[in-house]
């Protein structure tokens, strides 16, 4: 089957999932028809009242061809013509959603000297993305940067790589998120320990929510993975040890503190609670 050009409605509009384009207001498909009825409809009028058909034949031949000629011509051409004008409210507004400004985290490795950070935001300020977060993390070999960004909606992954390139980033990553990553880790990671004081066995989700990680089954936690810092274990008084993972994210030192300290707390809550039942 024959693709529509990218730059048509159909291509613009059409769901990716049925194919179908939604239904045009209705006034603009009312207007449609009738500018597509309307000759037809002079046009059959004029070739059946000159005939000598008797009154009763004109009206069923003007009423059977008119309609046939509406149904199988009339429409289905106003609809392809005039989709564009048909459309153009949906389509503006998809336009409008899509330069809209997205929501983006990335984290790229610097090193550590004057300017390095300075190179980046210029390099990202050349595409009209706005810094809202930003986390510095040491690590070894330098500093780990992560940021989360506003950029316009003609902005994708491919040119923020790029971009992070540009200023001097390396093993750069980009994801997209929700105005959730606003909230600092500090923040999250205090609302979390609030819900693990009211709920100790809530630990493995907390750490897990707090790291954007999976917890790692029992069974799969003593294979050999690579190390490159995508895992994370923790130790527990009552579950042992817990293995978070996170593919393709390695976990900052501040991430592993942030987590070592719910468990700590977590322990602390649960001893206590032990002794107050004894």
């Known amino acids: 089957m024959k693709r529509p050009p990218h730059?048509?409605?159909?291509?613009?509009?059409?769901?990716?999932?049925?194919?179908?384009?939604?239904e045009p207001p209705k006034a603009r498909l009312t207007l449609a028809n009738v500018a597509a009825m309307l000759p037809i409809e002079l046009l059959v009028h004029a070739l059946v009242v000159e005939t000598h058909l008797p009154y009763v034949a004109k009206v069923l031949v003007l009423t059977l061809t008119a309609t046939v000629l509406v149904i199988w011509v009339a429409e289905?051409?106003?609809?392809?013509?005039?989709?564009?004008?048909?459309?153009?409210?949906?389509?503006?507004?998809?336009?409008?959603l899509a330069a809209a400004p997205a929501l983006w985290r990335a984290r790229t490795m610097l090193q550590d000297q004057p300017g390095?950070?300075?190179?980046?935001t210029r390099a990202l300020s050349r595409l009209d993305t706005n810094i809202l977060g930003i986390h510095v993390h040491p690590v070894p070999g330098g500093v780990l940067?992560?940021?989360?960004?506003?950029?316009?909606?003609?902005?994708g992954e491919r040119e923020l790589l790029a971009a992070l390139a540009d200023g001097?980033?390396?093993?750069?990553?980009?994801?997209?998120t929700t105005a959730l990553a606003m909230a600092d880790g500090q923040t999250r990671a205090l609302s979390?320990?609030?819900?693990?004081?009211?709920?100790?066995?809530?630990?493995?989700?907390?750490?897990?929510?707090?790291?954007?990680?999976t917890i790692v089954p029992p069974s799969d936690a003593g294979t050999k993975a690579a190390d490159?810092?995508?895992?994370?274990?923790?130790?527990?008084?009552?579950?042992?040890?817990?293995?978070?993972?996170?593919?393709?994210?390695?976990f900052t030192p501040a991430e592993s503190a942030r987590a070592h300290r719910l468990a700590e707390l977590a322990e602390i809550l649960s001893h206590r609670r032990e002794d107050s039942r004894a």
């Not at 289905?76 to 409008?96: D, E, T, V, Y």
């Not at 001097?168 to 997209?176: A, F, I, L």
């Not at 979390?192 to 990680?213: G, K």
């Open 228 to 250: 490159d810092g995508t895992r994370l274990k923790i130790p527990t008084a009552w579950h042992g040890p817990i293995t978070f993972a996170r593919p393709g994210e390695p």
């Open 168 to 176: 001097g980033g390396s093993r750069s990553h980009v994801w997209p």
């Open 116 to 120: 390095s950070l300075q190179r980046v």
């Open 192 to 213: 979390l320990a609030s819900r693990i004081a009211a709920a100790p066995e809530e630990l493995p989700l907390a750490v897990a929510e707090l790291l954007h990680a």
């Open 145 to 155: 940067d992560e940021f989360v960004l506003s950029a316009p909606g003609t902005v």
């Open 7 to 22: 730059n048509s409605p159909a291509a613009d509009l059409s769901c990716e999932v049925c194919g179908r384009m939604p």
């Open 76 to 96: 289905p051409s106003a609809a392809r013509i005039l989709r564009g004008w048909l459309h153009a409210p949906a389509l503006r507004h998809r336009r409008r």
